[in-house]
């Protein structure tokens, strides 16, 4: 059986060929582009695959997308509906975005690839997991996926045995780890969805003082990892950008400006959400050992 499974339309487009139930070639889109993050269709670099793998798309027997388009729009839709007024002016961006592409993409693939078989629609979080176990060197392991958002998810718990996976717990959107550490690194002026390793390479030059008015401000911790957030000081869920005024007030300064020169303040709010992130982190992995019994973990997201 050949497989062929794409993910595009968000960040990092990539293709990947499943041969036999052996992974035979990957790659992003970006690197026949030039076009870092290139989101579009993953058309080079599937035919890319495609050659390593010595097959053509008549032979290919499943596309496989990394995701369920529908799910998602339903909970982008209720999400600005919920947030009318506020929401309007990212309504009217994305909108159109979803109307005229990603909700057509059986007919985009079809069109764009030559392709007229069965696809298949994976949960987003299901995919990370597969991602991470599949390519583990485990028989079983637990699994923990953890990012800004899927369709509703934004992390999940489950394990793996044999080839079989099961998924038993998720977090659901608005409150995300992710999303969390992407408005610390949109705070500091850095790229979303890009730069949050910037703020991780900044943590260690700065001290960790901010940790416990993050804790008592922003995100409220749960023994078992989950958080929640206190989407007074956010705007993603609504807008355009990551955070509201309130959150410039609660540290005393303004967002800074990208590309400015990095002060000890910024140092030191790097350091702290590092800090308070790996906490929940640690959390949500002891709580997913107790709960599958397992001693190896996969982590992705």
């Not at 729009?73 to 947030?83: C, N, V």
């Not at 298949?120 to 299901?126: I, P, R, S, V, W």
């Not at 800004?148 to 998810?153: H, K, L, M, P, S």
Request: charged share 25%; with cysteine; aromatic share 12%.
């Amino acid at each position: 059986m050949n497989i062929l499974g794409l993910s595009c339309f968000y960040h990092d487009a990539a293709a990947a060929i499943v041969k036999d139930g052996r992974l035979t070639a990957a790659a992003q889109e970006e690197r026949f582009t030039g076009i870092k993050h290139d989101a579009d269709l993953p058309s080079q670099a599937a035919v890319f695959c495609l050659e390593k793998a010595k097959l053509s798309m008549d032979d290919i027997d499943y596309v496989v997308f990394y995701d369920k388009p529908f799910t998602k729009f339903d909970r982008i839709l209720a999400s600005y509906l919920k947030t009318v007024p506020l929401s309007y002016p990212v309504f009217r961006k994305a909108i159109p975005v979803w109307l005229r592409e990603k909700l057509w993409l059986p007919q985009i693939i079809g069109k764009k690839l030559g392709y007229s078989g069965k696809i298949l629609f994976l949960e987003h979080h299901l995919s990370h997991a597969a991602g991470a176990y599949y390519s583990s060197p485990f028989d079983r392991a637990a699994i923990l996926t953890v990012d800004g958002v899927g369709e509703w998810a934004t992390a999940s718990t489950g394990k793996g045995a044999g080839s079989k996976i099961e998924l038993s717990r998720v977090m659901n959107y608005p409150h995300s780890v992710g999303l969390l550490y992407s408005a610390f690194t949109y705070f500091l002026g850095f790229q979303v969805n890009s730069a949050e390793y910037k703020v991780m390479g900044l943590a260690p030059y700065g001290e960790p003082k901010y940790a416990d008015m993050i804790r008592d401000n922003i995100v409220r911790i749960f023994n078992d990892g989950s958080i929640h957030l206190n989407l007074k000081y956010f705007k993603y869920h609504y807008g355009l950008e990551m955070t509201e005024k309130k959150f410039e007030r609660l540290f005393g300064r303004p967002k800074r400006h990208p590309e400015s020169e990095l002060t000890d303040s910024d140092r030191d709010i790097a350091a702290s959400i590092q800090k308070v992130t790996e906490e929940i982190i640690f959390k949500m992995a002891d709580h997913t050992k107790k709960i599958t019994g397992e001693s190896r973990l996969c982590l992705s997201g």
